[in-house]
């Protein structure tokens, strides 16, 4: 049996940080404590283990407090796109939108983490019953179609420096990494370099030719990205 983590979150201490929810504002303080309060459930899920597996059906709508997770996603040629979440991200909405729909991607713990799960019922009457957080899905899954598009223009730069910095610059939006840390990406090199499709040992050259331009800074299984427009820009 594995031991619990100290850092997971139980149900209290994540509502009693609720403010912080990228979509708490969205909601009356009634929707959320005749809604959201009773239906919520906390998961505490370790490094390695799936959030879930594609074709499975969804368990609600997922967030993600503590940690990060890699989702990948499945593209024609057999390979799959690597998309990262962040703590304070949610994800699953489009399969609960177009509802009986199936998971299409795999997601996997990069570290311990804390998952949290909005039922579809709780997730569809939010829908229904407020307007403002209706709006708040729409921004999110423009910002995420955006993020997508630039992730695989990004994947497509021949010179592995390019791609390594236009990658990096993808991880960064408003809504899938909204804290104010945002920037300092607690993941390993290894971890990062297989989201940019790059060998280890290329990776590790364009950090050093990106950190010497001063867009990011290597630390210790760490990596924060400074000047995340220029990272975007690179090689343009």
């Not at 949610?90 to 991607?105: N, P, T, V």
């Not at 997601?107 to 009457?125: C, E, K, Y």
């Not at 991880?171 to 607690?186: K, S, V, Y």
Request: aromatic share 8%; with cysteine; net charge neutral.
């Amino acid at each position: 049996m594995q031991q619990l983590n100290p850092s997971f979150l139980d149900k209290d201490q994540v509502l009693a940080n609720w403010s912080r929810c990228i979509w708490a504002s969205s909601i009356s303080t009634e929707l959320f404590e005749d809604c959201v309060r009773p239906a919520l459930q906390v998961r505490h899920i370790h490094a390695g283990q799936y959030l879930w597996r594609a074709n499975d059906l969804p368990l609600g709508w997922i967030g993600v407090t503590r940690g990060a997770a890699k989702l990948c996603v499945p593209t024609e040629d057999g390979r799959s796109i690597a998309l990262c979440g962040f703590a304070g991200s949610w994800f699953g909405e489009a399969s609960l939108l177009h509802r009986k729909s199936r998971l299409d991607c795999d997601a996997v713990a990069l570290h311990d983490l804390t998952m949290l799960i909005l039922p579809d019922a709780a997730f569809q009457r939010l829908r229904n019953e407020s307007a403002s957080f209706g709006q708040f899905l729409l921004t999110l899954m423009a910002e995420r179609n955006q993020q997508l598009l630039r992730l695989i223009t990004a994947l497509q730069s021949a010179d592995i420096t390019s791609r390594v910095a236009k990658c990096l610059g993808t991880l960064i939006t408003p809504m899938n990494f909204p804290f104010p840390d945002a920037g300092l990406l607690n993941v390993t090199q290894s971890e990062l370099a297989d989201f940019c499709r790059v060998s280890r040992s290329r990776f590790n050259e364009a950090l050093l030719e990106l950190e010497r331009r001063d867009l990011l800074e290597v630390g210790y299984r760490s990596v924060r990205l400074k000047d995340v427009e220029g990272l975007r820009s690179y090689g343009t």
